[in-house]
């Protein structure tokens, strides 16, 4: 005769883990804002670690070791590869880590994929380096004719190629992506040029729709009273000019 075989035990459920926090080391810049951007548009979880640039927080020895360029934006995400954390540093190297993270607005798809990455690399190396030295010239370099033209210049020219790209499609890409939240916070900057962003009405109604999106709201909104704290007190502003401007390499 055989004995009864034991009955098993319903195994145990196991719950996925939720996501550890990300640390983002931030301050409200148009760089900054591409990355509270995102995070928020792919709900992530995420803490605010504070790097006040005028303060010179972005020399400090702990910093230095996640942004080797003493620039933020940085994440540190816990949950990286592997399941180890990750640092990164540079914005674009942060949004298109966060696209293949979570498969959001960075597509699979090569095609797809590569269109992004013209525009994003488009933002990088032309529409944010420029409208910066625009702003720079125009703001505290008043009397330096020539700077404030060329850089001036070279911001409308690249206007023109953006208002003309957005002719035909919503988006730089034509999803809604990375690139765009990468654009967006220096069009933002650049609409207090001489009220410029007019004369381009594709960029102006890309603008409005990119900014009327309930993530781009809250991301833009972080750390803002941070800045405002800043922008009221003449002494910090004197004190940020100093330590951002004339930079030279460190031992």
């Known amino acids: 005769m055989r004995g009864k075989t034991k009955p098993k035990k319903p195994k145990k459920k196991v719950r996925p883990r939720a996501p550890r926090p990300i640390e983002l080391y931030y301050w409200p810049t148009p760089n900054g804002w591409k990355i509270s951007i995102m995070l ?5 979880p995420y803490t605010l ?14 910093f230095l070791k996640i942004s080797p360029n003493n620039r933020m934006p940085a994440i540190i995400d816990p949950d ?27 597509p699979a798809d090569e095609r797809k994929r590569a269109e992004v990455e013209e525009w994003l690399f488009w933002q990088m190396s032309g529409l944010g380096p420029m409208a910066g ?6 703001n505290y370099a008043k009397d330096n004719a020539y700077g404030i033209k060329r850089y001036t210049d070279e911001v409308h020219r690249l206007l ?11 988006f730089l890409a034509g999803a809604y992506s990375i690139a765009d939240m990468a654009c ?43 800045r405002e704290q800043q922008a009221s007190d003449p002494k910090a502003q004197e004190e940020a000019r100093k330590i951002l401007f004339g930079q030279r390499a460190r031992n």
Not at 133 to 138: E, I, T, V, Y
Request: glycine share 16%; hydrophobic share 40%.
């Open 133 to 138: 030295q625009a702003g720079h010239f125009r």
């Open 80 to 106: 990286g590869p592997g399941g180890k954390p990750i640092s990164i540093f540079e914005s674009g190297a942060i949004l298109q880590y966060l696209g293949r993270k979570t498969g959001k607005f960075y």
């Open 184 to 226: 967006w916070g220096w069009i933002i900057a650049m609409g207090r040029i001489e009220n410029m962003i007019d004369e381009f009405p594709n960029v102006k109604a890309w603008r409005d729709r990119v900014g009327a999106r309930a993530a781009v709201k809250k991301g833009f909104a972080l750390g803002r009273e941070l």
């Open 49 to 62: 670690v504070p790097v006040n640039i005028g303060k010179g927080e972005q020399f400090t020895p702990g």
């Open 160 to 170: 023109g190629v953006m208002n003309k790209r957005l002719a035909t499609r919503k």
């Open 40 to 44: 928020e548009e792919c709900r992530l």
